[in-house]
């Protein structure tokens, strides 16, 4: 389908989804958040993909928030909604399949900060920054932070940043692992391509229960993840991957995995 505030690209069996709406630092209005959730099932539904990128247009900004002049009027029940379409369509790329890297190129602010945290991992260039401002606008985050900031850099540095407002650099962000890797802002996409490749080039049905085995995991206590990540690993067993795999190993080659 035609996207007006994000673009779609698909090269090499990655796919790149950019927000785009650069004059308001890719802020999130409902009609940007709509066409994220319609992208995230058109790359779900592509074959031909196999690993998502999500960056943001221009030199500036990842997503500098939810758009603040769209939300400014809104009543308490379209706030909600509001919240609720932002929440779905962010969930819905954190559950999808297929492995998905955030490629942090500027501000990465509130609804931004919620994007690249709702992606498997994040990798920033010098030049981004990342934040929950959104106490200072007297409101709190709409779109999964105050959960998955928690989870992801623990509850004391998350609720600082949550209750401050603060932004931090991305050299910070690499201190308390909110990324994985700090990189020059010429070489970002380029570096975060590699590992796209790297993770394409592995046995495409393992990663992806490894992606649903880590993610399932995490909302439930020990017991029950050895039975998620046992499942798993006895399910790859039926795959011509796993035989592919472990005959190349042996036989000392390089595999050919097929996918199935
Ligand atoms: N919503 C709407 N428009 C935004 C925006 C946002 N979140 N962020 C930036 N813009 C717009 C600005 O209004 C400005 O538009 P005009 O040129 O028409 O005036 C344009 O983008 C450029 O921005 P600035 O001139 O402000 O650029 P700057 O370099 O001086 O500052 C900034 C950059 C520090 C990121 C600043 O723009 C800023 O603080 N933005 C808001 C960040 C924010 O508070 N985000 C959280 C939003 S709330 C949220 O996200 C809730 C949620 O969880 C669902």
Not at 201 to 208: F, G
């Amino acid at each position: 389908m035609a996207y007006e505030n994000v673009l779609l690209e698909k090269e090499d069996r990655i796919a790149i989804l950019s927000i785009n709406r650069p004059k308001a630092l890719n802020a999130l209005n409902n009609d940007t958040l709509v066409e994220i959730d319609k992208a995230v099932d058109e790359i779900k539904a592509d074959d031909s993909i196999d690993v998502v990128i999500v960056t943001g247009a221009g030199d500036k900004a990842f997503v500098a928030g939810a758009d603040i002049a769209f939300m400014q009027n809104l009543t308490a029940m379209e706030a909600r909604a509001f919240g609720a379409l932002g929440q779905a369509a962010f969930r819905k790329l954190e559950a999808m399949e297929k492995p998905s890297i955030a490629a942090v190129n500027g501000f990465a602010l509130g609804g931004g900060c919620e994007l690249a945290m709702a992606c498997d991992f994040r990798v920033a260039s010098t030049s981004a920054k990342f934040g929950q401002p959104e106490v200072g606008l007297g409101i709190t985050p709409g779109f999964g932070g105050t959960q998955r900031l928690p989870r992801l850099v623990g509850p004391g540095m998350a609720k600082q940043m949550l209750y401050t407002a603060d932004i931090i650099d991305a050299n910070e962000a690499l201190r308390i692992g909110l990324v994985n890797s700090v990189v020059a802002p010429e070489e970002l996409m380029d570096f975060v391509k590699k590992i796209a490749k790297r993770i394409i080039s592995k046995a495409p049905v393992a990663v992806r229960l490894s992606k649903a085995a880590a993610n399932e995991g995490l909302q439930v206590d020990i017991d029950r993840s050895m039975t998620i990540e046992a499942d798993a690993f006895g399910l790859c067993f039926a795959t011509t991957d796993q035989k592919e795999g472990m005959g190349a190993f042996v036989e000392k080659r390089k595999p050919q995995f097929t996918g199935k």
